[in-house]
């Protein structure tokens, strides 16, 4: 419920499958997330609401958070819930549409479906329909619901942009969203496809929040707040759990907003992805930052010689500021050694942090010093170990964190 890199769809689907059946047909079993009316009670669903479910319903419940207090859901309403689960949101969601809304509970898990169909029928919930579907792929109209909501949904699905696509593809223009869902503020970097099951056991499968929000923007929904975030992780009852979600900072949040009245094209969600400084940003926290001013470096540095060569060669004549491009050069390795020195902070090694100052020192050295080529060409070669140090000192502590040291 943390964005781990390495599955395949079909694994993450069977292992979300195979967790899910067994809160619905087992729910007193021994799980890594809170389950139950405890875990409503815990998250803010008032009691009358809890009181006001069947038994079978609130044993499965699994959510993150209470989406309701977003408040989406309104008289008469078509209602689509995503990951609706054994529909504890569902059948609430029925009562606030009344007898002239109609709800749909759309879920991937088997188990839970089969379980809603049962009890709502029951209970005699007349207007909600249970659907076995992927939020992926919603198997309905465009525009064909007024609101959305959605309890710890999207965190379990591989293609959170296209899900979020999908959202807004079946609700109306200005329909409503509520949402609860987990987000990290550190991204997972280590490969850990050897083990899918960690997507739904290891706090596995989330976007850093940002970004989380980000994907709803970017999709045409406006006025995206977030209501209040929750220490849902705290409750875990496996320490594991416990440790992982402080290591990657995991938290959920409940989340409004509302589909804009117009969407925006492709092109102009992938122009949105291009921004710069969302670049910027997604390789800061994944630690590369120091690897690409290195990089920068060294194109500033023999990108240059090779570029003014090359037009000397073709009868072009170029004056360099040498002041300038010393200093160009200078800026990108003293950022490289800042970016690798602040890996400290994630794996408390000192090796890649004195490596790269020393690197970066002596291609100041040559620059401003004594200039030779193989002196500054030992800086570089300096920094790009202490990089290359530094990003594997993060993911082995990622690996030992998630329980696979052997991936580090």
Known sequence: MVAILGYTREQIFTAVKGMYTAVADAP????????????????????????????AIRESFAGVGYPFRAGAVRRGDTVLDIGA????????????????????????????????KRVAAES???????????????????????????????????????AVNEMCRVLRPDGRVQIADVVIRRPVTVDCHEDPRLWVECVVGATVEEDFLTLFRDAGFEDVEVLREVDY??????????EVAASFDARSVEVGMRRGSRTPSRVAQWLKRLNPVRLVKSMWRRGFTGTVSLVAAVLACYGTLAAVALLTMMGVGLALNEGLWAGTIALFAVLAAAAIAAGFRRHRGYGPAVLAVAGAGVILYALFVDYSMIVELSGFILLAGAAFWDIRLRRGEEARVLGLESSG
């Open 85 to 116: 689960g054994a529909g504890n949101d569902a059948l609430i969601a029925s009562g606030l549409a009344g007898p002239d809304g109609h709800v749909i509970a759309l879920d991937l898990t088997p188990a839970m479906t089969r379980k809603l």
């Open 233 to 242: 992780f705290s409750h875990s009852p496996s320490t594991q759990t416990r």
């Open 28 to 55: 007193s079993s021994h799980f890594h997330f809170p389950v139950g009316a405890g875990a409503c009670r815990t998250l803010g669903y008032p009691d009358e609401q809890i009181d006001a479910l069947p038994e």
């Open 124 to 162: 005699g919930h007349r207007n909600v329909s249970v659907v076995q579907g992927s939020a992926e792929q919603l198997p309905f109209a465009d525009g064909s619901v007024d609101s959305i909501t959605s309890n710890g949904a999207l965190n379990l699905v591989p293609d959170k942009r296209r």
